[in-house]
């Protein structure tokens, strides 16, 4: 069954607001990464996080890892109409053959 | 350096027919992982292979699919005597090592069966 989560799978926001989704697994995870899709588009590779509480920035966008490997974040602050599009968090189970379990996405909207 | 290439990037198919689809992984990456992708879905991993390897087809249904990634040439998705319900996007996505490294995605095929 699904073992990385999720929730909610649409979040609309007002351009300039802060955005957070979160990203939950029922196992301890070897490494997370995150995607990101715009609409009609492929996934595109975002960032991984690899050591318990990580933290990486990217301009705008904050990525953090859980202490306990199991849950991640992702923090876009004052969002754009750029930032459009679904993000995915993809997890790395131990001893699953180096395949990565995505999580359905969040599929952000951003009212100009 | 070319990305991930996958064709056709639309197919429409008849049930019953076959269903071909091929993706050619980034220059000097030879792990490649085919998902499918449903609309408002999120991407359901199918198989990984290596060059002339299947290193885990656990997401792949056991019937009617099969994958290949050969010595030359491209890794190829096979769907044979499709049905409506295997109409979806298919993603293939390259790495150059195994295990905690990204993954480069190609643009897709859409694949309708009619």
């Known amino acids: 069954g699904q073992q990385v989560m999720q929730i909610p799978q649409y979040q609309h926001v007002q351009e300039g607001e802060d955005f957070t989704t979160y990203c939950n697994s029922s196992?301890?995870?070897?490494?997370i990464q995150w995607y990101k899709q715009r609409p009609g588009g492929h996934p595109v590779f975002l960032i991984q996080?690899?050591?318990?509480?990580e933290v990486k920035k990217q301009k705008r966008l904050t990525f953090q890892f859980g202490e306990a490997k199991k849950n991640s974040s992702l923090h876009i602050t004052a969002t754009q109409t750029t930032d459009v599009g679904t993000y995915f968090c993809?997890?790395?189970?131990?001893?699953?053959?180096?395949?990565?379990?995505f999580g359905k996405g969040i599929t952000l909207s951003v009212r100009p | 350096n070319a990305g991930v290439m996958q064709n056709p990037r639309h197919l429409v198919r008849r049930r019953g027919q076959e269903a071909r689809l091929r993706c050619s992984p980034m220059?000097?990456?030879?792990?490649v992982y085919w998902y499918r992708q449903l609309p408002e879905e999120g991407l359901k991993f199918m198989v990984y292979?290596?060059?002339?390897?299947?290193?885990?087809e656990s997401g792949m249904p056991k019937e009617r699919f099969s994958a290949e990634f050969p010595k030359e040439g491209p890794s190829i998705l096979r769907i044979q005597q499709v049905v409506r319900g295997d109409s979806a996007a298919y993603f293939c996505?390259?790495?150059?090592?195994?295990?905690?490294?990204?993954?480069?995605f190609g643009p897709g095929t859409r694949l309708t069966v009619t």
């Open positions: 196992t301890t995870l070897s490494n």
């Open positions: 996080l690899v050591k318990s509480g």
């Open positions: 220059k000097g990456h030879s792990h």
């Open positions: 292979l290596q060059k002339e390897n299947i290193i885990d």
């Open positions: 996505a390259s790495s150059n090592l195994a295990g905690g490294y990204e993954q480069y």
């Open positions: 993809a997890g790395e189970i131990p001893g699953a053959n180096s395949k990565l379990t």
